[in-house]
């Protein structure tokens, strides 16, 4: 099974690329930019990895990123999470960024985006991975701050495709932001949103019927509600699963109790994808393998979700055959 995952084509869905920063990128980042770390060293950063909830790992993120200040950190950043997936078989990559975790420090957007992005060309140039980038916009803040923020990504509709939803899920519904993701769906963004990670069953569906979303991140707890269940099924809704991250944030017990069985046979389009690498512990192949070995998965199962992912991009539909 191993071999089989790690020889097979792979797309990624759902993956914040400020979760990919490995500690040692961390520490020699910080080191140039002068900045201290609050971690004696790269192991005492690592056991601090411990989570038991959505917020406690949110915390350290928001610290981690804190040492990204230049354009050529966010290259470095992210040609590092592209040259591991280029290992890892990854042919596709839509991946998300964070802007107001770095505007907020006063680092300017086009700085963020630009670095970013120009990794991104470097990779598709080079590696002959294809991208997609996503803003998301932190649902912890309010909405007058995700509107002004969503602006400032259409001066960038040259690289960015979409707008997503991401940080504390609990008491900050979608519906705070209705108005901010209408607004981007208007402008040609694709829509996708966190919800029912940590978030109620009534989030999907506010995810659903307010924000429109293309794909839903997570989702988890819509298979409490068999109504909503249905629903997604019926639409061909994609489902961007994070299995090690599930298992990181208590989402789940324990890797055997991941629903990812019910989900395929419940119908839904379900897709695996890392998250947050660097600190939940795996890239794709990882998240593969470690799942399918937990719930027994058998080879069809892996393939039936590796092709969810390529039919769930938001490539073209002629770029989508390619990869088909
Ligand atoms: N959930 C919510 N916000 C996030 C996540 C996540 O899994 N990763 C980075 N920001
Ligand atoms: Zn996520």
């Not at 590696?127 to 509107?147: E, P, T, Y």
């Not at 978030?199 to 794909?215: F, S, T």
């Not at 690498?277 to 795996?282: L, S, T, V």
Request: hydrophobic content about 40%.
């Amino acid at each position: 099974m191993q071999t089989f995952i790690e020889n097979m084509p792979k797309a990624e869905l759902h993956l914040h690329i400020e979760g990919t920063f490995e500690p040692e990128l961390m520490f020699e980042i910080a080191q140039r930019n002068g900045i201290e770390l609050p971690f004696a060293d790269v192991e005492a950063l690592r056991k601090a990895y411990d989570f038991r909830r959505l917020q406690d790992f949110l915390d350290i993120y928001y610290q981690g990123m804190n040492v990204l200040r230049e354009e050529q950190d966010y290259y470095d950043l992210t040609w590092a999470y592209i040259t591991k997936i280029h290992s890892e078989n990854v042919l596709h990559t839509e991946i998300f960024f964070d802007p107001q975790g770095h505007t907020a420090r006063d680092v300017p957007f086009e700085t963020a985006v630009n670095g970013i992005h120009r990794a991104l060309v470097d990779g598709k140039e080079k590696l002959g991975i294809s991208f997609g980038l996503i803003m998301c916009i932190l649902r912890h803040l309010d909405a007058d701050d995700a509107m002004a923020t969503l602006e400032q990504g259409f001066l960038h509709k040259d690289k960015i495709i979409g707008l997503g939803l991401d940080s504390s899920e609990l008491g900050h519904p979608p519906e705070k932001f209705t108005d901010v993701f209408v607004r981007a769906k208007a402008e040609g963004f694709v829509i996708v949103a966190h919800a029912g990670e940590e978030g109620p069953p009534e989030y999907v569906y506010q995810a659903l019927d307010l924000l429109k979303v293309d794909r839903i991140d997570h989702g988890n707890r819509a298979l409490e509600d068999d109504a909503l269940t249905q629903r997604i099924a019926d639409e061909g809704m994609a489902l961007t699963v994070c299995p090690l991250s599930n298992l990181k944030l208590c989402v789940v017990e324990d890797l055997a109790a991941h629903p990812i069985k019910e989900m395929l046979h419940a119908g839904l389009k379900a897709t695996i994808n890392s998250d947050d690498p660097a600190y939940f512990g795996g890239y794709m192949n990882a998240n593969f393998l470690q799942l399918a070995e937990a719930v027994d998965l058998s080879k069809a199962d892996v393939i039936t979700l590796a092709r969810n992912g390529f039919e769930s991009t938001f490539l073209p539909d002629a770029d989508k055959q390619v990869l088909l």
